[in-house]
């Protein structure tokens, strides 16, 4: 519970992830909030991507658990954590290989109530689901690669179509692992803004990322992981101000 | 009787441990299912003959097989394979679905589809060791077997190019880096492996003194199933495998009856491939150990 | 009025389609299964023992056989998940055989003496069968089932985080091709009115993955181009006669390295609807 006694979006109480002999995560606790844009950093196998992948059910916590709206989900599996409102993205960006935009727009929807209904052509079957997808395509102007092969296309436009693929089943949180990676500052931008979009639709968003500049302009919070284990969180001004995690970064580069 | 069984079964477990081996170098080094070998296998029994039925010695019928075979082998290689080396590893297992079938109506059309038999049984005498009756034909085979995988462990333990073999199987990109050549080994994989199957056909040619161009499928697949239960990444495992295939058929053919034979072998792979994927020889489940 | 050797020539084609059409279905989810001649003799043998022995009439005894089928199909790929890619093939390959001997030692039906005494369907009847499956398929392509499957193909954990169950989607679609190459089986078994063990052997397997890679692995109508082109081909190149299974060898090869997709592909069939949109 934070500390207004309002029930967080999604909250780590205590998670930790071994692997073998490996700690990956050691009691981790974070917490989203509706209408947040969070970020996690930290220095390279921190385990940023670990605690991403327990998220969303690739990875199960060793212990600890992982709550969506106050109900756990620590041990329900992908699609079900999905369907109830986590969407993410990947470093290397993960397209279905053979799928248009559009197609990826319109696999991402939500099944119909009516099983019968998936049997139908696309075209016939769910008007909504259309709808939807065009309203995303639009959101995201990629009108002009509606369809085309999404891994024919440029690195920066794959990425939008990764995002709006995860946006199209109007998730309650997002999450982005190293959205402009790779990216020049005016491709950063165009995602700085989509992002701020997304929030002011009511979507939160946890970010991982390593461009400092990017996530100290776009975040309302920040938890800084280092070796699995949470060394400071707070507001981008007091972790920027942290020495502890100056000496995380340092640490890592000396 | 039990003791004759066994006998029997071994003698089929040790060609089974040929073709197993023949297999799993592809495997093991490569990750491809080369369904060539099947008929690799065939052709060699067919090549050993041609030398057999010239009247030439039973040495120089094993060499003409396992030559012959090895340079098919190298073909399908160069054509089959290495067109396909970076692509997902069914595709290059489907072209050598493509040889296989390529190589079996070319048996058939130039030998013809009936068995080819040899005038007479060779080596047929026997002995009796210990109350059970062994032919000398089965003497060698298991004798033939035994020094061919002494000198392919000799190979892939002692040699240089062994090293390369071990190297790549474990590790590709790293085994570039220390300057071994890929397309080197591979060569010499398919080629190892084209010689091995090749072996085995004469042998079990010879052995029923009869041949067919169907042995590829009727008995070359089953070696598909000894690879996997030994362990499809660890050749030596195909040691084991083998007898124990090469028995566990014979006594189902004697006390089973011959119909459900391939039921069992082939039940026995998918419980492993289930159960324990590692095979009989394979370590723990993340233990990749020697491959090679 | 057609000629009774051209007519089986386009009942084989019909009975081929069905069984590509059960490969193309289980590959559509990713998974290659080189054991489909099993259930296909799942479905000669249980559609001829029901109309034979049970007196069953042949379209109740082909819904019959491939739901029967189609349950073992889900059963065998509950296992299957856990197996990808040259694994899957080879327990796939295995299963297969184990069908065969299974049918071998199945004295009930006549073991490797074979089975006879169905009696005689159609050309039409057959291709009443294979022109309804493969409708049904092609309109299904254009649902989102079929997309959910793709999705699962290219990529099974992306898929897993946009909400798709892909257990439930691969088992499907074992299940689904179970069926199908139920329905190939017992059409084979009333067209040719004796059936053995021998004819669900490794090689018709095979003979289901060649159609489907050669006619085009990534469409439903690819699987009819591979049927007609396995069955038909040899007849117009007689040159070929005792060579054609080499040949079919060579095209394999050569279409895995000039055109991987096969000869028809998803790309041909957007360029005709934006044909007809223009």
Sequence with gaps: ?254 | MLAQQLVNGLTLGAVYTLIALSFSLVMGILGVLNLAITELFMLGGYFGFTVIMAHLPLPLALVAGMAGAAIVAIVIEKLGYQPFRTAPVVTPMLSTLGFSIILQNVVTNLWGSDPLQLADEVLTQRYTLGGVSVSAMQLTVMGATIVLVAALAFVVQRTSMGRALRAVAENRDVARLLGVSASRVTLIAFMLSGALAGAAGVLIGLHYAAITPYIGVEIGLKAIAVMVIGGTTRIWGALIAGPLIGVLEVMTVAYGGSQVRDFVVYGFMILILLLRPQGLLGGSRSDQGQRV | MMSTYYAGLLADVGILLLGALSVYIILATGQLSLGNAGFMGIGAYMTSYLTVIAGVPVTLALVVAAVASGAIGVVVGFPALRLKGIYLAMATLGFGEMVRSFFLNLGAMGGSEGFHGMHHISLGYIWTWAAAILLLIVILERSRVWLDMRAVRDDETAAGLVGLNATTIKVGAFGFGAAVAAISGGLFAHHHVYIEPGNFSFERSIDFVLAVILGGSTVGPGALVGAALLVMLPEYLRFLAEWRFAAFGALLVAMLLVRRQGLLDRAMFRVFALRRAA
């Excluded at chain 1, 921190?46 to 059910?57: D, Q, R, Y």
């Design chain 1, 1 to 254: 519970m934070s500390a207004t006694g309002q029930v967080p979006l999604l909250a780590l109480n205590q998670v930790s992830k071994e692997f073998g002999g490996i700690h990956a995560l050691t009691d981790i606790s974070l917490e989203v909030r509706p209408h947040e844009i969070v970020g996690v950093i930290g220095p390279n196998g921190a385990g940023k991507t670990t605690a991403f992948n327990v998220i969303t059910g690739a990875y199960r916590a060793s212990r600890g658990e992982v709550l969506l709206d106050g109900t756990p989900i620590t041990a329900e599996p992908s699609h079900r954590i999905a369907r109830a409102g986590i969407a993410r993205t990947f470093q290397n960006i993960r397209l279905f290989a053979d799928m248009t935009v559009w197609e990826h727009l319109l696999v991402a929807q939500p099944h119909s109530e009516f099983p019968l209904r998936r049997l139908l052509p696309m075209r016939w079957g769910s008007p909504q689901a259309l709808r939807r997808a065009q309203e995303v395509l639009e959101f995201f102007d990629l009108g002009a690669v509606r369809d085309r092969l999404a891994r024919s296309l440029p690195y920066g436009i794959q990425r939008k179509v990764e995002m709006a693929r995860a946006v199209t089943a109007r998730p309650k949180l997002l999450l982005l692992d190293e959205p402009v990676a790779g990216m020049n500052h005016d491709e950063a931008d165009t995602i700085r803004k989509l992002m701020q979009k997304l929030r002011n639709t009511g979507l939160s968003i946890l970010l991982i990322e390593h461009d400092m500049a990017f996530v100290m302009n776009l975040c309302d919070r920040l938890y800084v992981l280092d070796f699995g284990v949470m060394i400071a969180s707070g507001l981008p001004a007091e972790i920027r101000a942290n020495p502890a995690v100056l000496d995380a970064y340092l640490g890592a580069a000396a």
